[in-house]
């Protein structure tokens, strides 16, 4: 069986990594003319860090990411909420890592060609559209500088991870498919940065009516200094300033300032670090409704593609990974590709169409709206008197259940290819 992969992001080239594991044949074609490192950070939760490590590959990410020990929520006026533990530091069985798009990809990529060989992964190559027939499928491409047709590719199956913008999710799907804003635009940048707290925390401070703000680092020691490269983001609700959903948009300092400006905690003052930023970009919180369908015979969607979801609670890379892994292992045991496509899709879009619709109503830091909502966006003088940790465990154990990485559920699962 050979399967044609469109798109080198982190759920293609998870997927290729998954199928050459599994002894199923593969290429990835990417319509970039060369894989640069793209977008700031991203959190690899423990059930995606274990599919990971599952392909060898925890090492690689631990060389380049941090492993995340905890994470911590404050109100605008730095008053601590709440600290829970992550990862191993939560006794799962598996890490939870912090680390920029870029080196993840760079990983994935590394591993790539040198597992499946420098003829695996083909850049440059735009799909722009495909047909099938009871014996196989054709891909059809384009040079993405000179629009020039390229020569088709032929596979038994076909599998769209071009992302949230998907080529093959059009053709499946054709006619309206818009994406929605969610009321929520960030502002996201990277800073170079002494570490705060454990200098391995993630940590949430405010919420969105005023100005919410997310940081964690995801480089060590990258100077003498001893400097971090950290992740910092910055959201709040307006209108709508450009929903397109492109994730390179440059953003001004300017436009989201105000919403942090007070923050001067005494473990990071955040107007003097947000100021110092290598760059800003800005990005519409915006997602898709689930998919009726995904498999049309041999062709099936994966990742931001199949389920374009808020990047809130550290899932777009992680649920990509899991559809990847899940997919694979479908391939791999079942002979016929149709069926393969078909089990996979009833393993994966009713789970991730939950995570969608959890993002929208009862994201990962819905303790943050809690608090906000019962001081009426005040001081408190005691926590306890706010909410009960047991609440707050609560709270933050519902996510998880949904997002498919709550400890005991994680540890029970049998492995996935
Ligand atoms: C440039 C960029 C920056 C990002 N930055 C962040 C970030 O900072 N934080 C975050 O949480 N998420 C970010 N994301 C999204 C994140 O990578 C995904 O939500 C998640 O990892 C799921 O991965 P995916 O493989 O489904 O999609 P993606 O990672 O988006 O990968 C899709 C890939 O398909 C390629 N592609 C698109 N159209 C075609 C086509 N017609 N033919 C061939 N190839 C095509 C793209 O170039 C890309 O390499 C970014 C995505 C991109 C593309």
């Not at 994201?363 to 306890?384: C, H, K, M, Q, W």
Request: charged share 25%; with cysteine; aromatic share 8%.
């Amino acid at each position: 069986m050979e399967v044609v992969i469109v798109g080198a992001g982190i759920g293609g080239l998870t997927l290729a990594l998954s199928l050459h594991q599994a002894g199923v044949a593969c290429r990835v074609f990417e319509a970039a003319p060369s894989i640069k490192p793209l977008g700031v950070g991203i959190n690899l939760l423990p059930h995606a860090m274990r599919e990971l490590g599952d392909l060898g590959l925890e090492s690689a990410i631990a060389a380049r990411g941090i492993e995340t020990k905890e994470v911590c929520f404050y109100n605008r006026f730095g008053q601590h909420i709440f600290t829970e533990p992550r990862g191993r530091f939560a006794q799962y069985d598996w890490p939870q890592y912090s680390i920029h798009r870029g080196d993840l990809q760079a990983a994935l990529v590394e591993a790539v060609v040198e597992r499946l060989g420098l003829d695996a992964l083909v850049t440059g190559y735009r799909f722009i559209g495909a047909d099938q027939d009871g014996s196989g499928v054709v891909a059809r491409f384009q040079d993405p500088r000179s629009g020039k047709v390229l020569p088709s590719v032929q596979g038994d199956v076909l599998v769209g991870c071009d992302g949230i913008r998907s080529v093959l999710r059009a053709q499946l799907h054709p006619g309206d498919d818009p994406l929605i804003y969610s009321g929520i635009t960030m502002w996201r940048g990277m800073t170079r940065w002494p570490p705060f707290l454990s200098g391995a925390s993630m940590a949430y401070a405010g919420w969105l009516a005023t100005g919410k703000v997310i940081v964690y680092p995801v480089r060590d020691a990258i100077d003498a200094e001893g400097r971090q490269l950290v992740n910092w983001l910055c959201e709040f609700n307006t209108p709508p300033r450009d929903p397109s959903g492109d994730w390179s948009r440059p953003g001004e300092l300017n436009d989201f300032l105000w919403a942090c400006q007070d923050m001067h905690f005494d473990w990071l003052d955040i107007p003097a670090f947000v100021k110092a930023a290598d760059f800003i970009l800005e990005y519409p919180m915006v997602d898709k409704d689930p998919l009726e369908r995904w498999s049309f015979e041999r062709m099936t969607l994966l990742g931001d593609a199949a389920h374009p979801m808020y990047p809130r609670g550290s899932n777009g890379a992680g649920q990509a990974i899991l559809d990847a892994r899940t997919l694979a292992g479908h391939l791999a045991r079942q002979g016929n590709p149709v069926a393969a496509l078909s089990a996979y899709e009833n393993d994966r879009r009713e789970a991730t169409s939950a995570v969608v619709q959890a993002n929208r109503r009862i994201p990962p830091d819905a303790i943050l709206r809690e608090v906000y909502e019962r001081t009426g966006d005040r001081p408190f003088s005691n926590i306890d008197e706010v909410i009960s940790q047991a609440e707050l465990q609560t709270l933050s154990e519902r996510y998880k259940q949904i997002a498919g990485f709550q400890r005991e559920a994680l540890r029970d699962r049998s492995d996935l290819v």
